[in-house]
């Protein structure tokens, strides 16, 4: 019998009643959000036509290290969570590896993922103000769900504008959004200006993240008491998501237990800036050295192959702009791409910190995840989502290296959340139909070749 | 903030290292299992073709109050348990109830329900007496799916009868279970002399349990080193899945808590068997007496509206006969049944206990179900099982109840999985295309009258 428990779950007194803001200790901080129209650095006044007025301060402020943790939120969060510490004792035995194998386990709540932590924090907010409805968008759905729950939950009404792909691909997520109360229109739409003139120029155009975003903002600021919220890349949401760290690194202190690596998957970037954030700290104020991998698909390459630039949010190009690692706004990965991670830019903190040397990412093929996924589910008897499996592919192929140089290195991943609304992909990799795709570098250079150019700032 | 936490997990050390036989503290016992045969009782030896020693012996073995969990099944039981036990405190304040409510969740696992805890310890004891292969059924899918984990698990291959009806509407269950390397095959078949015999009379048969059962017994009777394993009505299940009341007692003792009414859905009865099991031992050893209710579908009500009589446990009267209530061993509930519980018996254990006044049973329809399950969501964030909410149906009852009395009663209900592959159900309810079904006294006699007679123990 080990020591240390395969499952470690904190109490109620030991979840953190603070979010911890990583900017406050980044040396130098990610260039400011954009006003379009003025080019000069967003207001928080400039923001509140698309978030509520706590949403936008938390947009804007580099400064509070730690926020309060609302009580209802907190109260929402004991519904559900802590979510585990998990040692992969089954993993590291099937891999024969000297290396230690943590993970941390966001998919056992209904939305399937991490997007619920932040998902209640932007309700909440929202309720707070008197708004009375709001939008967003959804690609792979764990999104849409998330806040389908907590908008259910405070008698928010939703909109939620779903990539069209998915809609078509995933009716049973569609279904659980309605059950939520939820209103689900595939994206682009006819009940948008942004939709519209998508529709006009190409009337099978099968839909984006970006397009979506571009119809649900312009849904929120064209509605009275609307507000839109987003559940990645934004700041706001990698504070909100800090809890999956803050929870691990009690947990981990609890176990005597430090990572010297930590392993996220990244595609705006909500669950990996939310795992590494209080780690991170610890390296941006020298009490200690872990290494941070952010994993993104090879076929939306967008640490490893964009360009750092000022880029539109949304293909729509209505919101402020902001300085990330992007593959362009107009960006779309290939049809044959499963799952999620198909954003075309990376939050800024996060390309910030990657751009300053102190994150490093790799990118990785999808059939090397779903075979990753599928070993995984065998032997820890949890079926991971596509995106999820990207995290677990490297942390595999790190305790490999560990089995080659003896090395018993411990293994922080994050688990963000599980696969049962993607089994068409996992029938595909099943059946050898699964294909990898690897966009060229002229295929990426017609993004490029969009990105705006902001005289003065960027050519 | 409330004293009693949302959720309490017990921790590894806290968890039971014994199952509860519940037979060794019964009053009286069932009636024998009868081989078909002879007509006399099953003795172990009789049920070698069919289960692998250690179950044969679990199986008739009314003595042992407590029997060890082996240490391998312990190591996978805390790779997924343990499950917490919830007070569902947003519930409690949208009904307005003083009633406390409590539910045990036991969805929080790949198979989305509490089918593993036995699935485990089935494939445990195949592997260690070296059996090579399993076969099962399965309906709604949980059991084929939990089943399949666990012999990925211990490296077992495994044969899935699944009910043709099922197979074909439930297309990402059979990706799941494919998924951790089963095979699975719709039932009726044309692998067996059982299917080759339904389909000859009936080409386009839908399947059943029953059925896919005859399937998968002959299967395994038929093929060197093969056995069968089931995932509910049999005693060895019930055993395996005390874990679930136990865990319970364990965690409501640590709140000073006690339950005045144990709710459970009842299908073949793995479930509420596994949950009531320890309260149930108070009530009978005059410790404490606590109301039990048994819930089931109005659309197959075997408890409610059954005979207690001997009766096949499947369609191709091939298995021993068991005394329960029954509805006939070709009772097949009607199309628009939604979910499992559909089997056409119900534990004999169960059965006994019903017979002998110990338990409460309550049949209800399925929109009734459904809406209760939609509210459950939207207030406690968790999508239930079809199956589950049958519980949550009359724990909402018991505590409106309450709410109209004034009396604190203390609720616990078990919450046995997800409904993740059942929103085509979820549909039909959100779209108002829901129907109840409510079988007639002459749709019943249909399945009474073809009960075997037995000279001199049943006529």
């Known amino acids: ?149 907590a908008c259910a939950y405070f008698h928010l009404p939703l909109t939620v504008y779903m990539v069209k792909v998915s809609y078509e691909q995933k009716p049973f997520r569609k279904a659980i959004i309605h059950t939520f109360g939820a209103d689900v229109i595939p994206s682009p739409s006819n009940t948008t200006e942004a939709g519209r003139k998508i529709l006009a120029a190409d009337p099978n155009n099968s839909g984006s993240l970006g397009t979506a975003i571009s119809e649900a903002v312009e849904k929120a600021v064209t509605t009275d008491g609307c507000r839109y919220v987003l559940g990645s890349v934004l700041n706001q949401v990698l504070l909100h998501q800090s809890i999956i760290g803050l929870e691990s690194k009690i947990a981990m202190e609890m176990l005597d237990e430090y990572p010297d690596i930590v392993i996220g998957c990244a595609g705006g970037g909500s669950n990996l800036g939310g795992l590494i954030a209080p780690f991170m700290q610890d390296k941006l104020t020298g009490k200690a050295d872990p290494r941070f991998i952010a994993v993104e698909p090879a076929s939306c390459p967008s640490l490893t192959r964009g360009k750092y630039a000022y880029d539109f949010c949304d293909t729509g190009k209505i919101t402020p702009m902001a300085k990330m690692y992007t593959l362009g706004c107009e960006f779309k990965p290939s049809p044959n791409h499963a799952g999620g991670l198909r954003y075309h830019g990376m939050s800024p903190i996060l390309s910030k910190l990657y751009h300053d040397g102190c994150m490093e990412t790799v990118a990785v093929e999808q059939t090397k995840v779903f075979e990753a996924a599928t070993m995984f589910a065998k032997i820890e008897t949890i079926l991971p989502a596509p995106e999820s499996a990207h995290a677990i592919r490297v942390a595999v192929d790190e305790a490999l290296k560990c089995k080659e140089t003896g090395e018993a290195k411990t293994i922080l991943f994050g688990l963000t959340g599980t696969g049962y609304f993607d089994m068409t992909a996992y029938t595909a990799y099943n059946e050898g139909k699964m294909t990898d795709y690897i966009p060229t570098d002229a295929d990426l250079q017609v993004g490029f070749d969009k990105l705006p150019k902001l005289p003065g700032i960027q050519e």
Chains 1, 2 share one sequence.
């Open 1 to 149: 019998m080990a020591k240390i428990p395969h499952r470690l779950y904190l109490t109620e007194d030991q979840m953190p009643k603070q979010w911890y803001n990583l900017r406050a200790d980044m040396k130098e901080l990610p260039d400011p959000m954009l006003n379009p129209a003025t080019l000069q650095p967003a207001k928080e006044e400039d923001l509140y036509p698309v978030f509520c007025k706590a949403l936008a301060h938390q947009e804007l402020d580099d400064k509070t290290r730690y926020v309060d943790i609302p009580d209802e939120v907190q109260e929402m969060y004991k519904v559900y969570r802590p979510s585990p510490l998990i040692r992969a004792y089954n993993l590291e035995k099937a891999l024969g590896t000297p290396a230690k194998i943590y993970y941390k386990f966001e998919g056992n709540n209904t939305s399937g993922s991490h997007k619920l932590n932040s998902a209640i924090a932007q309700a909440y907010y929202a309720k707070e103000e008197g708004l009375t409805s709001l939008t967003t968008e959804t690609g792979a759905g764990q999104w849409g769900t998330a806040l389908a729950e």
